[in-house]
């Protein structure tokens, strides 16, 4: 298994690719205008189950220091551009994902 990841930030979705074939797509909320999601391919670095405060109830760190892919504790931010340029999931959908995917995982943040 090759996993990788692809977020397109105009379709609010999250990819998840196995040798490149699309295998699952999540919903996800994206960064404000003022804080926006940036793009470019990082990688995740560490898994924190549980972290607390209004990331749900998993954080994976992104090789790019400050961003991730977290749950959240507002579900109707799903779809919205509400972050301060972290990917939000819903926390059953990042328990998902982090189950499946290893650290080390290529992320590709682009706009479409």
């Not at 990788?4 to 040798?19: C, E, H």
């Not at 972290?51 to 961003?67: A, D, E, T």
């Amino acid at each position: 298994m090759a996993y990788s990841i692809i977020v397109s930030l105009s379709k609010r979705q999250l990819y998840l690719l196995d040798n490149d074939i699309v295998i699952r797509a999540f919903p996800v909320g994206i960064g404000k205008i003022l804080t926006e999601t940036p793009t470019g391919t990082y990688y995740i670095i560490n898994k924190a189950p549980n972290p607390g405060g209004p990331f749900g109830v998993m954080w994976m760190g992104l090789s790019r220091p400050h961003y991730g892919i977290h749950g959240t504790n507002a579900p109707w931010s799903i779809g919205q551009r509400v972050s301060k340029g972290c990917i939000r999931m819903y926390n059953e959908d990042v328990l998902d994902l982090a189950n499946t995917v290893p650290i080390g995982t290529p992320v590709t943040i682009r706009e479409n």
